[in-house]
């Protein structure tokens, strides 16, 4: 498998309802099903789930 079949670049998108994104690359062995992170929103002020958008 080539580099990106494996460990593919996400989006990781605010469920606050911001808009605030973070964009980071997964395993995907490791992580078959959507990332659910818990990050700092810099809009919202606050630590909010961060779900991946494809």
Known sequence: MARNEIRPIVK???TA???YTYVTRKNRRNDPDRMV???YDPIAKRHTEFREDR
Do not use: E, F
Request: charged residues 35%; glycine residues 22%.
């Open 12 to 14: 990781l998108r605010s």
């Open 17 to 19: 309802g911001t808009g």
């Open 37 to 39: 992170i818990r990050k």
